[in-house]
């Protein structure tokens, strides 16, 4: 079956993206998981933090996302703005409304100011759900917010919440990369507690107005960045009196930086790029689980230049 990709990246969070709206409803979720597995490996020729697939929608287009590893995502705040710009660019027109698979409907719109030739796009988030219930996770208590989780560390304290995907948010002085992955990593084990997994982030506060994230993404690992791990901590700072509601925070990681706020009920905006690095055509064998051709396509040589300028901006202010 033949594919059309489109590798591209949000905060250096690196996916392809595949139109299914022409398939007719003939890609399986088993399809895309295989998918899933064998694009986004990263010993192959390829490799990816997942796949976002654009599908039919009453709305102007509708995203669904596998992991590297096979596992669908609820949400993705990195991918949801390069599936905007997609849909955008082919609808010739500037603010587009994409649906994710729980059926929330996220408006996005272009920001054309957000560094010098760099697309980027700014989502809006409905209220965060702090219930364990919506993480899940099984706790005693109404909500968890700067408590400690024994089970994962004696040391670091967690805000749990979910946007719809779930997250927990802890503040440290220094972030350890090693930490974190042991902590996220018993994390996705720890079933008794948090039965679906979940998205790890620790935050280092640097200002008033930015915060460096790490996260252990649920189905991917440690990544460059989390859309939706960004706004989490961004939400757990606020809720913990580290930042301000209603004032843009600058949320910088591996891979970049996002701009985000909050409101007064833990809704929020955040800001960040939508950015192409090159196309390709596939014919996959799903019987044989292995790709008949491959033809590469355009390189977007001018945004991977720019978002390269950006990274160097970026390590000048963090």
Same mark, same amino acid.
């Given at each position: 079956?033949?594919?059309?990709?489109?590798?591209?990246?949000?905060?250096?969070?690196?996916?392809?993206?595949?139109? &299914?709206?022409?398939?007719?409803?003939?890609?399986?979720?088993?399809?895309?998981?295989?998918?899933?597995?064998?694009?986004?490996?990263?010993?192959?020729?390829?490799?990816?933090?997942?796949?976002?697939?654009?599908?039919?929608?009453?709305?102007?287009?509708?995203?669904?996302?596998?992991?590297?590893?096979?596992?669908? *995502?609820?949400?993705?705040?990195?991918?949801?703005?390069?599936?905007?710009?997609?849909? #955008?660019?082919?609808?010739?027109?500037?603010?587009?409304?994409?649906?994710?698979?729980?059926?929330?409907?996220?408006?996005?719109?272009?920001?054309?100011?957000?560094?010098?030739?760099?697309?980027?796009?700014?989502?809006?988030?409905?209220? *965060?759900?702090?219930?364990?219930? #919506?993480?899940?996770?099984?706790?005693?208590?109404?909500?968890? &917010?700067?408590?400690?989780?024994?089970?994962?560390?004696?040391?670091?304290?967690?805000?749990?919440?979910?946007?719809?995907?779930?997250?927990?948010?802890?503040?440290?002085?220094?972030?350890?990369?090693?930490?974190?992955?042991?902590?996220?990593?018993?994390?996705?084990?720890?079933?008794?507690?948090?039965?679906?997994?979940?998205?790890?982030?620790?935050?280092?506060?640097?200002?008033?107005?930015?915060?460096?994230?790490?996260?252990?993404?649920?189905?991917?690992? &440690?990544?460059?960045?989390?859309?939706?791990?960004?706004?989490?901590?961004?939400?757990?700072?606020?809720?913990?009196?580290?930042?301000?509601?209603?004032?843009?925070?600058?949320?910088?990681?591996?891979?970049?930086?996002?701009?985000?706020?909050?409101?007064?009920?833990?809704?929020?905006?955040?800001?960040?790029? #939508?950015?192409? &690095?090159?196309?390709?055509?596939?014919?996959?064998?799903?019987?044989?689980?292995?790709?008949?051709?491959?033809?590469?396509?355009?390189?977007?040589?001018?945004?991977?230049?720019?978002?390269?300028?950006?990274?160097?901006?970026?390590?000048?202010?963090?």
């Amino acid at each position: 079956m033949r594919f059309s990709l489109l590798k591209s990246q949000g905060s250096g969070n690196d996916f392809f993206l595949i139109d &299914i709206r022409g398939y007719n409803g003939a890609i399986t979720h088993a399809m895309k998981k295989q998918l899933a597995l064998f694009l986004c490996d990263r010993n192959s020729d390829f490799g990816a933090d997942g796949i976002l697939y654009v599908d039919n929608s009453d709305a102007d287009g509708k995203m669904v996302i596998f992991n590297a590893d096979g596992s669908e *995502a609820e949400m993705c705040g990195n991918g949801i703005r390069i599936v905007a710009r997609y849909v #955008a660019e082919q609808l010739e027109k500037p603010d587009v409304v994409i649906e994710n698979t729980t059926g929330i409907k996220y408006p996005l719109n272009f920001v054309g100011d957000f560094y010098e030739d760099i697309t980027a796009y700014e989502l809006t988030f409905p209220k *965060a759900d702090f219930t364990p219930a #919506a993480v899940p996770i099984n706790i005693q208590g109404p909500k968890l &917010i700067n408590e400690l989780i024994p089970e994962l560390s004696t040391e670091i304290k967690f805000t749990a919440l979910a946007l719809p995907n779930p997250h927990i948010a802890g503040f440290v002085d220094e972030i350890n990369e090693d930490k974190l992955k042991a902590i996220g990593e018993k994390a996705n084990n720890l079933h008794k507690v948090l039965p679906n997994g979940v998205n790890v982030n620790l935050g280092k506060i640097i200002s008033d107005t930015s915060i460096y994230v790490a996260t252990y993404e649920r189905g991917v690992g &440690i990544t460059y960045s989390c859309g939706t791990g960004m706004f989490a901590t961004t939400v757990s700072a606020v809720i913990n009196g580290l930042v301000k509601k209603g004032e843009w925070i600058t949320l910088f990681n591996k891979g970049g930086y996002t701009k985000c706020l909050v409101n007064d009920d833990f809704s929020g905006r955040m800001i960040g790029n #939508a950015s192409y &690095i090159y196309e390709a055509d596939i014919d996959f064998d799903f019987e044989n689980n292995k790709l008949s051709s491959a033809v590469s396509g355009k390189k977007y040589v001018e945004e991977i230049n720019a978002y390269s300028n950006l990274l160097l901006h970026v390590n000048e202010l963090k």
